[in-house]
């Protein structure tokens, strides 16, 4: 992702516009969801807090599933606890 610090916060902004039953005909999941996958891609761990509260709000199992690899993603050693 490029390294522009507007780059999270227009992220974050496009995601907090989407609701939980947002779709997309390209897409087989959640648009929510499908989003908060991609967050590891910007290698942020400061992003972990904000994606693990995201994780507790999800409707389904489904959408708590894709969050969990991007949350592992952006663990660090101090996250462990």
Do not use: C, H, N
Not at 12 to 40: C, H, P, V
Request: no cysteine; glycine share 4%.
């Amino acid at each position: 992702m490029p390294s522009d610090p507007r780059v999270v916060p227009a992220f974050l902004a496009a995601y907090g516009k989407l609701t939980w039953d947002s779709s997309d005909k390209l897409l087989t999941i959640k648009s929510r969801a499908a989003l908060a996958q991609q967050s590891a891609k910007f290698y942020d761990a400061k992003l972990l807090d904000w994606l693990l509260k995201e994780m507790k709000k999800a409707p389904d199992f489904q959408a708590k599933l894709l969050q969990m690899e991007p949350s592992i993603k952006l663990m660090t050693p101090g996250s462990k606890g």
